[in-house]
């Protein structure tokens, strides 16, 4: 199983998409200072999540929602 996640910064109004195997371990790094284009924003909550039976279906929607302004932002208005 793959996971497309949507974080929140804590702190300021910033989102990061992102697909994994593992949620929680993901999250972990992030908030760890792990990923570099996430660190200056830490820390970080999970406000959304999606399973895909693949990688591919969860990159094929990640790569939809960084490049569509129109979905990220229904998507964003749905979850906030």
Known sequence: MHYLYVLKSVHCNRHYIGITGSVSKRLSRHNAG??????????WK????????????ARKK???????ARARK??????S
């Open 34 to 43: 792990g990923v570099k284009s996430t660190r200056a924003y830490k820390p």
């Open 46 to 57: 999970v406000v959304h999540i999606e399973a895909f039976n693949s990688k591919y279906e």
């Open 74 to 79: 229904e998507l964003f208005d749905r979850i």
């Open 62 to 68: 990640e790569l939809y929602l960084k490049k569509t």
